[in-house]
Structures are given as C-alpha cells and as structure tokens.
C-alpha cells in the first residue's frame, strides 16, 4: 500500500513537473513572440519600411511595451511624411531661387554690358566734344576775327549745348566707373558748413532766376567729418540741383543739417509708409543732411524708382522737364560707397519733397 502511494505521488510530481516545463514553454514562446515581433517591427522601421501595427489583445508588460512601440511608429510616420513634405517643398524653394539667381545674374550682366557700352561710346564722344567746345570758345573771344551779335549768341548756343552734353558724358563716365571698377574715396576731414555754402553758392544764380528762396538750417555745432570732400560737395550740388529744378517759380527750398546717433536713426520702408528700418550702425554718430522744396512731389510708386539710372518721375505722360536721370543715381552710389544711406520723402504730387541722406562721422 505504501509503495503504490509513494508511485502515486511521484507520478503526480512529474505530471506537476511536466505541465510546469510545458506551461513555461509555452508562456516563453508567447514572450519570445512577442519579442521577436517588437524586434521585426523595429527592424521594417529601421529600414524606413511601411510598419504593421500589432493588433493582439493583453493586459501584460509586453503588450503595453508593444503599444508603446506602434504609438511611437505611427508618430514617426507622421513626421516623416512631414519631414518629407516640408523636403520637397525647400526643394521647389530652392529651385525658384536658383532661378531668381540666374535671372538676377543676367540682369546684372546686361546693365554691366550696357553701362561698359556707354562709357565707351561717351569715349569716343570726348575728342570730338572738347573740340566743338574749344573752337566755340576761341570763336566767342574774337581771337580769328570780329563777330557780330547774332554769331556771339549762336556761338554760346553752342558752347551751352557743349557743355551740357560734356557735363553728361562725364557723369556716364564717373557711373561706369564707380560700377565696373569700384573708386577709391579720398577721404579728409573738413568743415561741413564750409561745403555746404559752397555747393549753395553754386546753384543760387539759377534759383534766384525762379526767385526760389533757399534757407538753411544749420546745427550751430557741426563737428567736421570725414569723407571723399569733392564727392560730398557733389551730392549736395546734386540733389540741390534736382531741388532748383523741380521746384516752380516763387517756391522755396530748405538745406538742413544735423547729427544723429545710430540709435535715433528712422529711414522710412517704402514697402510700408507707416514702418522704418534702422539698418546702420546704433552705436555710432551721423551726419545727416535733408534738402527740402515745395516742387511737384513725387507719386509713392515712384520714391525708389527715381534712384534708378536714366529715370525721371513723368507728369501727365509729358517730359515737362530736361535731364539725364543721373543725378539721384550718381548720388546714391556716393552714399553708399561711404556706408551711408540715403532716401526721399513725399506726400505726392504737388506736394514737395524732401531728399535726405546719413553718413558716418568717420567713413569705414
């Protein structure tokens, strides 16, 4: 009896044992399943594959760790799509900028062309030019015998016209220099109001013939400045030129000047009238100089465009006044070769203007 209870016994210890190794052999195999899943499921990721998403029902650490896993997946195929997405579209991005670059290129190798193609033809016409005005002017003195006054006033028909055309040619020449080749300033350091009185000495006799009055607003303190001294007084020639000409008889101009830290600098965006860009230096001094008349105005459109090379604002479809467009141009390029800014304001047509420009103190 005993023996037949201790067979019974052991019989049930290894049934015990043997439903325990099967019943850990399965639940192995369900982990290592499991794990092998995950473990696929990360390789197709790794190889940026198309992921299948475990769909088994469980409460246990490894279904969770596997819905973790499809979580994190679907969340990266989102951002790949994204990243995809936002690749291509810098890619088209990129494209069009390239493009812009290539036709930007162009456009700056025709204008060089163009400009290299009237310096050389304004060459050519120097020879020439100063002969008409060198013959003109011996004709004008009576040196080769006696004229009378209808022959005087062709004569200084001719000596005007002359000039004028010389004064153009040498600022085509002066442009073309200043783009293709670059000029060196001369910089010194002079008295402003100096300067300034000097370039208004030269265009009152022209304003007291519309009978514009001029009057300048001076800070009583300027400091002097250092900068290119003839190209200064050129500017200041230029825009108070373009003011004479532009304003109607009887009007009036304004020459003023002042300094200004970087910092109260406010150069108004032609993009927005009701924003400014502070684009220069904060941190040093300024001189900045505005020449205001109460002329024809400038439409808002045309603020920048006037900048331009050969452009002049049209009234009304007719050229109402003489001119080459060079003078802003030649202006804007002197600014700028002193890391200075300059720009015009206007509330539009028949309504003034007012042209001002900023340069540093010491030109860098």
Same mark, same amino acid.
């Given at each position: 009896?005993?023996?037949?209870?201790?067979?019974?016994?052991?019989?049930?210890?290894?049934?015990a044992a043997l439903c325990l190794v099967l019943g850990g052999m399965l639940i192995l195999k369900q982990v290592f399943d499991r794990i092998f899943t995950i473990q696929?499921?990360?390789?197709?990721?790794?190889?940026g594959g198309q992921y299948v998403l475990d769909t088994q029902k469980g409460t246990d650490e490894l279904h969770e760790i596997t819905k973790s896993f499809n979580n994190?997946?679907?969340? $990266?195929?989102?951002?790949?799509?994204?990243?995809?997405?936002?690749?291509?579209?810098?890619? #088209?991005?990129?494209?069009?900028?390239?493009?812009?670059? +290539?036709?930007?290129?162009?456009?700056?190798?025709?204008n060089m062309a163009k400009t290299r193609f009237l310096a050389n033809m304004s060459h050519e016409f120097l020879t020439p030019l100063n002969a008409v005005i060198g013959?003109?002017?011996?004709?004008?003195?009576?040196?080769?015998? #006696?004229?009378?006054?209808?022959?005087?006033?062709?004569?200084?028909?001719?000596?005007?016209?002359?000039?004028?055309?010389?004064?153009?040619?040498?600022?085509?020449?002066?442009?073309? /220099?200043?783009?293709? #080749?670059?000029?060196?300033?001369?910089?010194?350091? $002079?008295?402003? /109001?100096?300067?300034?009185?000097?370039?208004?000495?030269?265009?009152?006799?022209?304003?007291?013939?519309?009978? =514009?009055?001029?009057?300048?607003?001076?800070?009583?303190?300027?400091?002097?400045?250092?900068?290119?001294?003839?190209? $200064?007084?050129?500017?200041? =020639?230029?825009?108070?030129?373009?003011?004479?000409?532009?304003?109607?008889?009887?009007?009036? =101009?304004?020459?003023?000047?002042?300094?200004?830290?970087?910092?109260?600098?406010?150069?108004?965006?032609?993009?927005?009238?009701?924003?400014?860009?502070? +684009?220069?230096?904060?941190?040093?001094?300024?001189?900045?100089?505005?020449?205001?008349?109460?002329?024809?105005?400038?439409?808002?459109?045309?603020?920048?465009? =006037?900048?331009?090379? $050969?452009?002049?604002?049209?009234?009304?479809?007719?050229?109402?006044?003489?001119?080459?467009?060079?003078?802003?141009?030649?202006?804007?390029?002197?600014?700028?070769?002193?890391?200075?800014?300059?720009?015009?304001?206007?509330?539009?047509?028949?309504?003034?203007?007012?042209?001002?420009?900023?340069?540093?103190?010491?030109?860098?």
């Amino acid at each position: 009896q005993k023996q037949i209870s201790f067979n019974t016994t052991q019989l049930i210890i290894i049934l015990a044992a043997l439903c325990l190794v099967l019943g850990g052999m399965l639940i192995l195999k369900q982990v290592f399943d499991r794990i092998f899943t995950i473990q696929n499921f990360i390789q197709t990721a790794e190889r940026g594959g198309q992921y299948v998403l475990d769909t088994q029902k469980g409460t246990d650490e490894l279904h969770e760790i596997t819905k973790s896993f499809n979580n994190l997946a679907k969340n $990266f195929q989102e951002s790949n799509i994204e990243l995809q997405r936002s690749i291509k579209e810098i890619a #088209e991005r990129k494209k069009i900028e390239a493009a812009l670059q +290539v036709a930007k290129d162009q456009s700056e190798a025709a204008n060089m062309a163009k400009t290299r193609f009237l310096a050389n033809m304004s060459h050519e016409f120097l020879t020439p030019l100063n002969a008409v005005i060198g013959f003109s002017q011996l004709l004008e003195t009576k040196t080769h015998g #006696e004229l009378n006054e209808k022959q005087i006033e062709y004569i200084r028909n001719v000596m005007e016209s002359g000039q004028n055309l010389l004064n153009l040619v040498n600022g085509i020449l002066e442009l073309s /220099k200043i783009e293709t #080749e670059g000029v060196k300033l001369k910089l010194s350091t $002079f008295d402003i /109001k100096y300067e300034l009185q000097r370039a208004v000495n030269l265009i009152l006799k022209t304003a007291d013939k519309k009978e =514009i009055s001029l009057a300048k607003e001076l800070q009583p303190d300027l400091p002097p400045i250092t900068a290119d001294q003839e190209k $200064f007084k050129q500017i200041i =020639i230029n825009l108070l030129n373009n003011a004479v000409k532009f304003t109607p008889a009887g009007g009036s =101009i304004i020459l003023a000047a002042k300094t200004l830290m970087g910092s109260e600098l406010e150069i108004p965006c032609y993009e927005d009238p009701d924003m400014t860009t502070q +684009v220069l230096d904060i941190e040093n001094n300024f001189l900045q100089i505005s020449i205001s008349d109460t002329g024809i105005g400038v439409k808002p459109e045309d603020r920048e465009r =006037i900048f331009s090379i $050969f452009e002049q604002v049209d009234i009304s479809s007719q050229r109402l006044f003489n001119g080459t467009g060079l003078g802003l141009a030649m202006s804007r390029k002197i600014v700028e070769l002193h890391n200075g800014k300059i720009w015009m304001e206007s509330e539009g047509e028949g309504k003034g203007s007012s042209f001002t420009f900023v340069l540093p103190f010491i030109a860098i």
